[in-house]
T-cell receptor, first 110, second 111 residues
Framework: NAGVTQTPKFRILKIGQSMTLQCTQDMNHNYMYWYRQDPGMGLKLIYYSVGAGITDKGEVPNGYNVSRSTTEDFPLRLELAAPSQTSVYFC?????????FGPGTRLTVT | AQSVTQPDIHITVSEGASLELRCNYSYGATPYLFWYVQSPGQGLQLLLKYFSGDTLVQGIKGFEAEFKRSQSSFNLRKPSVHWSDAAEYFCAVGTGNQFYFGTGTSLTVIP
């Protein structure tokens, strides 16, 4: 079991560029989440999904989009990158309220 | 709205000393409560969780936490800290399909 994997580990984007952060889990969990972590701010929920084909907004969804075509994958898309999106992004999958986190993607937008 | 407060941004303890990290939450009903640990450059790992029942819960790595409904608190404790416990600790509340995290407490352990 690889658990939750995220790619890339690091990325630098220019303002206005777009990119997709990949998240895959091999535990057959229905629930998956995207968070961003900023220094001193804890984790903020961006989007979540309760199963394939179902997604919903969290606390800070603006500037992001998600899709969930399979149980395993939950990609996060940034369409027009802005400096405010510089952060560390964590994906998690959940079963019985226990969250399993990926190692994170550190994104810098300059 | 739900919120989680960790009043201590940073705590320093000596190795072998006891530890208590504070967590207060704001929620209408009894939420599901969690403590996570994050080592530098890593994701979060679950230390322990409280859903119902016994208000003192045991977790991994020798940690325990006590739920006190009257104080809306879920403080994390360890009797004797090891140098490897140095990390960031997050308290979280689970409600419905969402989780809310505190801002974290950074723990430094001095020899």
């Amino acid at each position: 079991n690889a658990g939750v994997t995220q790619t890339p580990k690091f990325r630098i984007l220019k303002i206005g560029q777009s990119m997709t952060l990949q998240c895959t889990q091999d535990m057959n969990h229905n629930y998956m989440y995207w968070y961003r972590q900023d220094p001193g701010m804890g984790l903020k929920l961006i989007y979540y999904s309760v199963g394939a084909g179902i997604t919903d907004k969290g606390e800070v969804p603006n500037g992001y989009n998600v899709s969930r075509s399979t149980t395993e994958d939950f990609p996060l898309r940034l369409e027009l990158a802005a400096p405010s999106q510089t952060s560390v992004y964590f994906c998690a999958s959940t079963e019985a309220y226990e969250q399993y986190f990926g190692p994170g993607t550190r994104l810098t937008v300059t | 709205a739900q919120s989680v407060t960790q009043p201590d941004i940073h705590i320093t303890v000596s190795e072998g000393a006891s530890l208590e990290l504070r967590c207060n939450y704001s929620y209408g009903a009894t939420p599901y409560l969690f403590w996570y640990v994050q080592s530098p450059g890593q994701g979060l790992q679950l230390l322990l969780k409280y859903f119902s029942g016994d208000t003192l819960v045991q977790g991994i790595k020798g940690f325990e936490a006590e739920f006190k409904r009257s104080q809306s608190s879920f403080n994390l404790r360890k009797p004797s800290v090891h140098w490897s416990d140095a990390a960031e600790y997050f308290c979280a509340v689970g409600t419905g399909n969402q989780f809310y995290f505190g801002t974290g407490t950074s723990l430094t352990v001095i020899p």
